[in-house]
């Protein structure tokens, strides 16, 4: 916990998550990671249970579920300790996307879809996925979709394919954005809509192998294609026209929570790595008597408790100013923290050999799971060009 950062609330909270995530979670994880995720939400089911008994459920909830409401630094604080067994955030109900769709709902659902989509979600009786980018469109470039929504009497009616929709396979409803209104102005064209996955046209194709894994369940990536799927207009999240906003609203603190989870991994790998040093002999000497092996270790130190502390700005920043105002500081996060996260997982590999490329440590996971860090969300490229323009833009016009 940063001192800068903590709160009365905090220091209360806090260890109750590191007891439980020490003492439930990190024990049973390599057993979790070893099951196909139907098997393992079995004993999730159980842990779900017993993290709402110790009153940790759902963290960010607006002073729900026991817990008085958390700013956004707080809250970062117990994500990062989540993050370091993979399915920590599973656990407290604070995975995403359902996380994000759980923030948009609360923003802008109405009574109808509080209690039909958010209420349940809430209580993590039934997930959710958020259905944006398309195989055929570069999703870099969102405002670039094909996916249609067309008014026909009540309903809305929407045609499209769409691809990694994380969490698509049993989930309860999709998110999905489709254009409304071709005609209007580019970020005006395309609204978000729920679509119950049962409804017919709601055609889930596949799960994408990614990785050399299809997954499944909320462990998977799925294509779908939407095919005359009809849903109530009722479904409509806020205003037609407003799915770009609404995208972006949900993005902005959605960083923080990725970063959050990143520096949660870092921080993890870092101790794997440090415990590994110090017990693997080479003969005369130990991993950790090698230089090498040592400037890693400080490197991965000095690189994460940077970025934590790089973090929590943002995340005050959002909540002092909002996410619009504090847009720089998130590109800068989102691209430098998934690198300092990917390079401390890159080197805790190393220093377990072999050992490190197994399923005898959740490293390997790690290394496959989180490369996507650099790509969703807004590929590195973008960010840094909008953060660069936005450093440049005074330098432009002379002011
Ligand atoms: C693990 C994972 C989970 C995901 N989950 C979801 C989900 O739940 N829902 C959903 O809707 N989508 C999801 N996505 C999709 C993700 O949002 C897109 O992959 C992302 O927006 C990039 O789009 P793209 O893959 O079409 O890449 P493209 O847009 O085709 O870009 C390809 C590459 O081009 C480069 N590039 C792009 N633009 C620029 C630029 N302006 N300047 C320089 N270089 C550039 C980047 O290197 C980029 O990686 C997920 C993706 C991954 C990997």
Redesign the pocket.
């Known amino acids: 916990m940063i001192e800068l950062f903590s709160s009365p609330l905090l220091k209360e909270l806090l260890p109750r998550y590191q007891k439980f995530i020490n003492e439930e979670l990190i024990p049973q994880e390599m057993q979790l990671l070893s099951l196909p995720f139907k098997e393992a939400e079995i004993l999730l089911k159980r842990l779900r249970i017993k993290a709402k008994d110790a009153g940790l459920w759902a963290p960010y909830l607006p002073a729900g579920h026991g817990i008085p409401a958390l700013t956004l630094p707080e809250f970062a604080q117990l994500s990062e300790w989540m993050a370091r067994t993979p399915f920590g955030h599973y656990v407290f109900n604070c995975q995403a ?1 359902d996380i994000g769709n759980i923030e948009l709902l609360h923003r802008h659902a109405d009574q109808f879809q509080r209690e039909r989509f958010q209420a349940p979600l809430e209580q993590g009786n039934i997930r959710s ?5 398309e195989p055929g469109r ?4 969102p405002l670039l979709m094909d996916t249609t929504a067309v008014e026909d009497g009540d309903d809305w009616v929407i045609n499209g394919r ?1 691809w ?3 969490a698509a396979d049993g989930a309860d409803f999709a998110v999905v954005m489709a254009v409304t209104d071709p005609a209007a102005t580019p970020y005006e064209r395309a609204s978000l809509i729920i679509v119950p996955t049962d409804t017919l046209g709601f055609n889930l194709l596949r799960n994408i192998p ?1 990785m050399g894994e299809a997954g499944e369940g909320y462990h998977s ?1 799925g294509e779908i294609l939407y095919t005359d799927c009809r849903v109530p207009k009722s479904h409509l999240i806020g205003q037609k026209g407003s799915g770009f906003r609404l995208a972006q609203e949900r993005l902005g603190p959605g960083r923080i929570h990725h970063c959050m989870r990143w520096i949660g991994i870092a921080e993890r790998s870092l101790e794997l790595m440090c415990a590994r040093a110090v017990s693997r002999s080479l003969g005369q000497e130990r991993l950790a008597d090698r230089d090498t092996i040592k400037h890693w270790i400080a490197e991965s130190r000095a690189s994460i408790d940077a970025a934590r502390y790089f973090v929590l700005h943002v995340a005050h920043d959002i909540e002092q100013r909002g996410a619009k105002a504090a847009r720089d500081g998130i590109s800068a996060i989102k691209f430098h923290v998934a690198k300092v996260m990917l390079e401390v997982v890159d080197r805790a590999v190393q220093v377990h050999g072999a050992l490190g490329l197994t399923e005898d440590t959740p490293l390997s996971y790690w290394y496959r799971h989180e490369r ?1 860090a650099r ?8 960010h840094k ?1 909008s953060l660069a323009r936005s450093i440049l833009k005074p330098f432009e016009t002379g002011n």
């Open positions: 996307p996925c958020f259905s944006m980018t570069a999703g870099s470039n769409k990694f929709t994380t990614v990536h996507g790509i969703y969300d807004g590929p590195d490229e973008v060009s």
